[in-house]
């Protein structure tokens, strides 16, 4: 007999559980708060809000079901298996934050404070998690946007996905300097990292850059499988170019960056505690991951 599915609740430290744990108490943390002109108020009616949507999903996982809880920061440590249908309770980045480390599962998001997220990467309410849960389970699967996502491969296998973008550069945003290669041509490069992104991580980080060089060229969707990379603040100089600064990355292109620093590191979607380590001479390839994010809509 096969396994029930498993139902896994992703959701991340509250603002309000960070006050408690660094002040110990509830005054403590409200006299923080108003010496800095803020209210304790604010930051307990998120709190509760986002107690409430996790109580709700908990209740409307179906019974036969089984269920557990994982927190953002354990999320490079736990084992998501292959059945299993995983609801995000919270902002758009947690989404992100969570896609690295799936393999294909289904996943929900569950917007805990509409109006303030853009409601993006978590599209529903709590009381669509039974709805969409079942759906996961469905022979069908449910209806879901299959999500582009970048990877970043290592000369030494390390390798990383990420939903929205991948940096590579030093761990402290100083200048990096490694050698460019794209298709028949490279560049010795001086700058303060490279950027390659997503159709999903174009609403971000990505944007930024692409409308500082005057958005010549359109964006990718999210489901598209094509990617755009950036240099930042690349450096001219006697030894280092500045030709190959931005561009689009088609689903079997690879940007091929060999490292010529001591040490650089490459990370998804802002977690730079998950990152890999490149040395002096390594090489590590972006592009298209094969793996895709299914979120169901």
Do not use: C
């Not at 919270?90 to 996943?107: C, I, S, W």
């Amino acid at each position: 007999m096969s396994l029930a599915p498993r139902a896994v609740l992703v959701h991340r430290t509250t603002e309000y559980e960070e006050l408690l744990a660094r002040h110990g108490t509830h005054g403590q943390a409200e006299f923080f708060l108003s010496s800095r002109g803020r209210s304790v108020a604010d930051v307990l009616e998120r709190h509760q809000r986002t107690g409430r949507a996790l109580r709700d999903v908990a209740a409307a996982v179906p019974l036969r079901w089984r269920q557990t809880r994982v927190e953002r920061a354990d999320l490079d440590r736990f084992l998501f298996a292959p059945q299993d249908v995983v609801v995000v309770v919270g902002q758009d980045g947690l989404v992100a934050n969570t896609a690295k480390y799936l393999a294909g599962q289904p996943v929900v998001g569950i917007d805990t404070d509409p109006g303030r997220n853009p409601g993006v990467l978590v599209r529903h309410r709590p009381v669509d998690a039974g709805r969409l849960l079942r759906a996961a389970a469905s022979p069908g699967g449910g209806t879901a946007d299959e999500l582009t996502m970048v990877e970043a491969v290592a000369d030494d296998t390390q390798r990383i996905v990420a939903l929205n973008e991948i940096y590579l550069g030093r761990p402290g945003h100083q200048t990096s300097r490694y050698r460019l290669g794209l298709r028949d041509g490279a560049e010795v490069q001086a700058s303060s990292g490279v950027l390659v992104g997503t159709g999903t991580g174009a609403t971000g980080w990505l944007r930024s850059l692409w409308l500082e060089r005057g958005g010549s060229s359109p964006l990718p969707g999210p489901s598209e499988r094509r990617l755009v990379w950036f240099v930042r603040e690349a450096w001219p100089s006697p030894a280092t170019g500045t030709s190959l600064v931005e561009g689009t990355l088609a689903t079997s292109e690879r940007l091929a960056l060999t490292v010529e620093s001591d040490r650089l590191v490459a990370f998804g979607d802002g977690m730079e505690s998950d990152a890999i380590e490149l040395t002096w001479g390594q090489t590590v390839r972006l592009g298209v991951s094969d793996t895709s994010l299914r979120l169901l809509v």
